[in-house]
């Protein structure tokens, strides 16, 4: 299984700002995933970000607000933009395994005041 | 649409009891995952079934898949405190996208 780390683990934001989440995996991956949990609820998809190629969202999540960044194999961005308290939540990246079971990141708690 | 429904949402049980978690989903698919996630963590592997039938275990665990029925169960034999958690099932879309739908989650207690 991959290991995957998550910058930062956690931060306080205020509302109307934006915070770039990074993602490092120790080996070389085609897809990374990106996650949000709200409190208290399941796992939610927010985009899919390939190499060399644009995110692809789910719906209800938009570029503008989302922008991800996937410029090598081992890395990707998630940035949270012009935030609100509804965007407080667990964001976590993650990627596939052998059996496309996926390995998460630790996870960023993110509280928007 | 694929939907993933599991129950109970809330289990709050003695230690030393058995119990069932059910998970159902709503299209086919032949690939499911557990998952347990602590308080404050991330999601941890626990379970992966890749086709009808299958069963896998450890420790007080049991999962098992039945494409057919498009159900999955995890069972829990004479509960320890260490279990407590939530647990989620996830189903692979099998549609090249390599996504996974996860359900509700089902938040675990085992009292003492």
């Known amino acids: 299984s991959a290991v995957i780390s998550q910058k930062p683990s956690r931060d306080i934001c205020q509302r109307g700002t934006s915070l770039t989440i990074q993602c490092q995996v120790d080996?070389?991956?085609?897809?990374m995933f990106w996650y949000r949990q709200q409190p208290g609820q399941s796992l939610t998809l927010i985009a899919t970000a390939n190499q060399g190629s644009e995110a692809t969202y789910e719906s209800g999540f938009v570029i503008d607000k989302f922008p991800i960044s996937r410029p090598n194999l081992t890395f990707s961005t998630l940035t949270v933009s012009n935030m609100s308290p509804e965007d407080s939540s667990i964001y976590l990246c993650s990627v596939g395994g052998r059996y496309n079971e996926q390995f998460f990141g630790p996870g960023t708690r993110l509280t928007v005041l | 649409e694929l939907k993933v429904e599991q129950n109970p949402l809330f289990l709050s049980m003695q230690e030393g009891k058995n119990y069932t978690i059910y998970c159902n989903y709503s299209?086919?698919?032949?690939?499911l995952y557990w998952y347990r996630q602590d308080p404050g963590k991330s999601l941890e592997s626990l379970f992966v079934?890749?086709?009808?039938?299958a069963v896998k275990q450890e420790g007080r665990l049991m999962a098992s898949l039945d494409t057919k029925a498009r159900l999955s169960t995890l069972h829990i034999t004479a509960a320890v405190h260490d279990l407590s958690a939530t647990y989620f099932c996830a189903v692979d879309r099998l549609d090249s996208s390599y996504k996974l739908i996860f359900g509700s989650g089902t938040r675990l207690l085992v009292r003492p």
């Open positions: 080996s070389q991956v085609t897809m």
């Open positions: 299209t086919t698919s032949d690939r």
């Open positions: 079934l890749l086709s009808n039938g």
